[in-house]
C-alpha cells in the first residue's frame, strides 16, 4: 500500500494538473505514449526528460524507484535487454482526482531468452502529470507473469506447471 500513500503525498506536492481537455493536457498524453511507441536506449535519453519530472516515483510491478536519474539508470538497463519492445496505448481516462489510467498492450522481444519471438501482454499505467505536464506518478499494472516470467528459461517451465495444476 506504499504506491497509495506516495500517490496520496505526490497529489498534496502537485495539486495543479493540466486542464481536462486543454491542448498542454493532450501534450502530456501524446509525450508517454510516445515516449514507449519505440522503447530504445537512445530514445530515453532524448526523450526522458520531456516526458518524466525530477521527482518522479516509478513502480512498475518490477521495481519501485524514486527520481529521474535512477529511472534513467533502469530503463536504460531495460530497453538494452531486449531487441524491440513498444507499447499501443488503447485508451486513456482521465480520474475524478484528475490522474490519468492508460490502458496498453506491449509487444517484448527479447535478447536472452526467446530470441526472435514476440511475446505480448496487457496492463494499465496510473500516471499524474505535473502543471508542465511531466509525470511525477507512474505506477503500472500489469501481468509480469506472461509478459517476463514464463519466458525464463527453467523458471517459465516450473510457472507453467503450476499454472496446469490449478
Known amino acids: 500500500m506504499e504506491t497509495l500513500k506516495i500517490l496520496d503525498a505526490i497529489r ?3 495539486p ?9 493536457e493532450a501534450a502530456a498524453i ?17 526523450l526522458l ?7 518522479i516515483y ?3 510491478t518490477l521495481k519501485t524507484i524514486h527520481g529521474i536519474e535512477d529511472l534513467a539508470h533502469y530503463l536504460k538497463e531495460s530497453a538494452e535487454a531486449v531487441q524491440a519492445c513498444r507499447v ?7 480520474t475524478e482526482n484528475d490522474d490519468h489510467y492508460f ?23 496510473h500516471l499524474r502529470f505535473n502543471p508542465a505536464g511531466l509525470v511525477v506518478y507512474h505506477q503500472d499494472y500489469w501481468n509480469a507473469t506472461d509478459g517476463l516470467f514464463r519466458h525464463i528459461p527453467i523458471l517459465g517451465n ?8 490449478l
Do not use: C, L
Open 103 to 125: 490502458r496498453w498492450k506491449m509487444m517484448i522481444r527479447f535478447k536472452r531468452f526467446k530470441k526472435n519471438q514476440d511475446t505480448w501482454t496487457v496492463g494499465m499505467s
Open 12 to 14: 498534496i506536492q502537485h
Open 30 to 46: 501524446e509525450n508517454f505514449k510516445h515516449f514507449f511507441s519505440s522503447f530504445a536506449p537512445d530514445r530515453i535519453d532524448k
Open 158 to 165: 516450473m510457472i507453467n506447471a503450476v499454472i496446469k495444476r
Open 88 to 94: 499501443e496505448v488503447v485508451e486513456v481516462t482521465r
Open 16 to 24: 495543479d494538473t493540466p486542464a481536462a481537455g486543454s491542448p498542454a
Open 49 to 55: 526528460v520531456k516526458t518524466y519530472a525530477p521527482d
Open 58 to 60: 516509478f513502480n512498475d
